[in-house]
């Protein structure tokens, strides 16, 4: 659970470092109120167990209408950073009614990489997602 926790307060700095801006212009050119990155440490020091969870969080949120709106003002990207490399598992989308069922699906799909910790390939990763 320690581990859970950590890795959602990395999550919460990555969004943080790389997801707001105001305005922001996605990469279908619709203007959203703010871009949000999250970033999953599904590396082999991440209990099955505490990836399921965080995996499990972070879909649940992002599916809380009195948390998250539903109105195309948010873009959502999510990145896991395992082994060697970072993976796209929810591509910069716009959270709406029609999409937020696709992006909850994408997250608790979500098979852990294990491995290493490459950190700052999911850190790259992410801000070029949120910057294209």
Known sequence: MKKALSTLCLMLVAVALVGASALAQTTTGTR???QLGFLIDGSGSISASDFTTVRNALATVLGDQTLVPRDGSIEVVVVQFSDSRATTEVPATVLTGATINTIQ???RSMSQGGGGT?????????VSLMTT
């Open 32 to 34: 959203v109120k703010l």
């Open 118 to 126: 490459p950190l700052w390939s999911g850190i790259d990763q992410i």
């Open 105 to 107: 699906q994408s997250i």
